[in-house]
C-alpha cells in the first residue's frame, strides 16, 4: 500500500478534528460554593468548576477553573488540594492566558522557499512519515530520533514512546528531563535500587534543619517554599549557594561555597559525623553497604581541606556541622545547583549518604530529597519509555520486556533490547550523520541546550526535522521543516506526577485553536498514518492509556494498581505512588507518605548502597583572558524557561525585568569600568551574549549570574556533562565581560 491510499484508509479527519463539546468527563465538576466562589458578583458567577493540576513546575498545585458553558474563564487554587492549599504563584495565576496567545499554532506548516506554508493534517501526516521513513530506508532505522519533554501528560509520554520505539522501530529517544532530573534519577537508582525520591510535602512542615542545596524555591518552586514557612517548629533553613538567593535571604544560615565545591563538602560532612560519633554504625550496616569503606575515604576530607576547597568561614562550617550532627530531623533538599554538573551523580550521592549514615531517612522532616522541575518531569521518569522501559523496567532484561509485551498485547520483537543514546549522544550522532531526522516534541532546545552555536551547526546535518509545539514561533520551532501544532494544558486531559510522586489529574477547559490537536491525538494519527495503527487499538483514550500504564506498574517500588481510574484520583486529592492493589483509600488522617518507614531499600537484598568517588577538574574555570565564573538559572517566580508560554502574559513579563541582566558583584564594577544598568558584551570561549549590568552583593566577586529564560544564555555555556547522568553541566564556565559603551567608542575612534 502507498503513503497516500494508508492516508485516505485512516479513520481521519472525523475522530481527530472533532470539536470539543464542552461536556467534561470529571464526575467532580463540583458546585462553586464549595470554592467561596458563591460570594462573586452574579457577573463573575462561574456555572461550574473543575479541577486541573498546575503544567509549570513539579510543585503540582491544583487550579480550580471557572467555567462558563464548559469553557474556562478564570481560576482560582484550591484550598481544599493538600499540595497548595489555596496557593499558586503568578504563573498558576496567569496559566490560562498562555492558551489565547495570537501566535498559537492553529494549522501544520510545511517549509518550503524559505516560508513556513499552512498545510492540511493530511498532508502534514504524509510528509512525517514519507521523509522519516526514507531517512530509515536510506541512513538505517537508527537514523531517526526524538527528544521529548517532562511537559506533557503521562499518558501521551507513553504514547510518544511505545509509538517511536515499538511502532516506527526508533532506538534512540530521550528527553529534556535529561537537562534537569538524570543526575538524581541514577543517583536514586544507584543508591536505592529504583528511581525513588522518598519524600512528602508535610516533610518541609516537620523537619527541624532544614539544607537547601543548589536550590532557590522562593524563586523556582514558590509554594513549597509557602510549605516550609508553615513549619511551626522553627526550624533551622540552611542554604549552600554561591549566591545570596532570595531563598537564603530567608535562611537562618547561608553557605556561599565555591560552585562545584559540594562534593568536598559533603564528603567532610561524613567525615565530621564520623568523627563526632553521629554515626550508629550497627544500625547503618542493617541497612546500607559499604558503611566502612566510606568511613576511610573520608578521612582525608578533613576541617582545613574543606575549607580551602569550598572557601567557607570555619563558624559556618562549624554551625553547619553541629545542626547537621546534633539535629533531631534533618532533611537535606537538592536541585539544579547539584544535578548540572560534572560529576552531579557523585555530588547526589554525597547527600544521600549524610541522610543514610544520620539516620534522617524514613522519618517524618527527614530525607534525601531531589526537587523535581517541571510539572511532569516525574512522569517521565516512569512512562516515557526513553531512558527504561514503561513502570520503571529495564529495556535490556528478557523478562520485563516479556512483560510489557503482554500487558500491550504486542510482540515482544517489537521493544528493543538495548537502552537508547543519551541527550548529548544523540545530538553528537547527529554531528556526525549517524542521526539524520529529528522528532522534538514539547521542548525548545534551539534556546535551552548547552553551546547553541554547536547546536544550531547540527541543523543543516538533519535531513528532516519536525517539531510539535504549542507555537511555531519557538527558538527550535522556525528551524523545522516541519511543524505540528499541539493542544496545551487546559486543552486535554491526562495525569501528571509531582516531586512528591502525587499522581493527578489534568482536565480538558478549553478548546484548542483551529485545527491545534493534543500530542495523544498527534499521535494516534500518526500512528495510522505511519501503518502501525493496529497496534495501539486499544489507545482510544487517555483514561485507556492510563489503565495500561497502571498495569505495567504491578510488582513494582512504583506500583499504583490500586488506583481506580480519574475519578478516584481527583476524590482522594491526588495520590502518590506506590498504591498497589490491597490498597484502595489514601491512609487517614495521615494523607501523605514517605517512603523507606522499614529501611527496606530496592536493591534484591534490601539495603542501600554508599557510592562515592573522589572530585574531578571542572570542565572549565576562569582564568586570566576569561576571569569571571558563569552562573546560570531561574531569575524570576513569573518566567518559565525559554519564555514561549509565560512571555504571552502581560501581567507576568511585568513582573520580571524587560532586559537581559548580569548580575556582577560591587568589587569587580571598576575592574569591568561599567555603571549600573550599563549594557555589557559577555563572552565566552563559544559564543557571545549582552546584558545590562546589576551591581548586587548578593553574587560572590568574580562571578556573574544570567537567568536562563534569555536565549543568549547558552551561547556561552559549556557542552560537558556528568559521566554517569550524562546531564549538562550548565552552571560552570567561564567569561570576560566589557562594556559596550567602550567597545563603541573603541570603534569610533578607529581602534578597533
Ligand atoms: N519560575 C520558575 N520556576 C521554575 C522553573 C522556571 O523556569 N521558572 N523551572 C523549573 C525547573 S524545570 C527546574 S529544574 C527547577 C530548578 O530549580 P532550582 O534548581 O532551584 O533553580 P536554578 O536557579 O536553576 O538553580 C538553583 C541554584 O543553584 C545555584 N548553584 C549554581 N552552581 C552551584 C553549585 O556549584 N553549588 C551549589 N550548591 N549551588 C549552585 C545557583 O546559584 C542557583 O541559585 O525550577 C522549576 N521551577
Ligand atoms: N543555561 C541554562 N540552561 C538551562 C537550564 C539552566 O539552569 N541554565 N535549565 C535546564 C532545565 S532544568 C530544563 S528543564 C530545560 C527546559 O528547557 P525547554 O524544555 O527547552 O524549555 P520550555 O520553554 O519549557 O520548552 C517547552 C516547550 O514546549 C511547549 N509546550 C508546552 N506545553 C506543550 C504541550 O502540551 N504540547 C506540546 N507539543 N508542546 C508544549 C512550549 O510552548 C515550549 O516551547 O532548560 C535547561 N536549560
Ligand atoms: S508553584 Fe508551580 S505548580 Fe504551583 S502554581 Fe506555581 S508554577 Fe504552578
Ligand atoms: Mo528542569
Known sequence: MNFKSKISNLRFPRPVLREWDGTLTSELVRTPGRFGLGQLPAAHQPDAVTGSICGFCSTGCNLTLHLRKGNAVNLTPDP???????????????????????????????????????????????????????????????????????????????????????????????????????????????????????????????????????????????????????????????????????????????????????LTLFYGLAHEAFCRGAVDHASVSSYAHGLEDYAAFTRSFTRERVLAETGLESADYERLVTLITTGKRVSLWWTMGVNQSHQATRTAQAIINLALITGNIGKPGTGANSITGQCNAMGSRLFSNTTNLLGGHDFTNPNHRAKIATILDIDPSRIPDQNSLAYDQILEAVEDGRIRALWIIATNPAHSWIHQNRFHALREKLNFLVVQDMYPTTETARMADLYLPAAGWGEKEGTFINSERRIGVIRQVRRPPGQALSDFRIFRALADAWGCGSMFARWTSPEAVFQMLKACTTGQPCDITGIRDYNHIEEEGGIQWPFPQEQTRVPSPLPERRLFEDRRFYHPDGKARILFDPPTPVPESPDEDFPFWLLTGRGSSSQWHTGSRTEKSAILRKLHPSDPIVEIHPADVAKIGVEDAEWVRIESRRGAAKARVSITPTIPPRHVFLAMHDHQVNRLTVWAVDPHSRQPAYKCGAVRLSPIRQRIERVLSGQV
Open 80 to 262: 481544599h488540594y493538600p499540595v497548595n492549599l489555596g496557593m499558586a504563584c503568578p504563573k498558576g495565576w496567569e496559566a490560562l492566558t498562555p492558551l489565547d496567545a495570537p501566535d498559537r499554532g492553529t494549522t501544520p506548516l510545511r517549509h518550503s522557499g524559505g516560508i513556513m506554508q499552512p498545510i492540511s493534517w493530511p498532508e502534514a501526516l504524509m510528509e512525517f512519515t514519507t521523509r522519516m521513513q526514507a531517512v530509515q530506508t536510506t541512513y538505517g532505522t537508527h537514523a531517526a530520533a526524538f527528544l521529548s519533554t517532562g511537559q506533557i501528560t503521562s499518558e501521551e509520554m507513553a504514547f510518544l514512546g511505545t509509538l517511536a520505539k515499538f511502532g516506527m522501530g526508533i532506538l534512540h529517544g530521550d528527553g529534556n528531563t535529561r537537562q534537569c532530573m538524570a543526575t538524581a534519577v541514577t543517583a536514586y537508582k544507584q543508591s536505592f535500587g529504583f528511581d525513588a525520591p522518598p519524600f512528602t510535602y508535610a516533610d518541609f512542615e516537620e523537619s527541624d534543619v532544614l539544607v537547601f542545596i543548589g536550590a532557590n524555591p522562593c524563586i523556582a518552586h514558590p509554594i513549597m517554599w509557602q510549605r516550609v514557612m508553615r513549619n511551626r517548629r522553627q526550624p533551622e533553613i540552611v542554604v549552600i549557594d554561591p549566591r545570596r538567593t532570595e531563598t537564603a535571604c530567608a535562611a537562618t544560615l547561608h553557605l556561599p561555597v565555591r560552585p562545584k565545591s559540594d
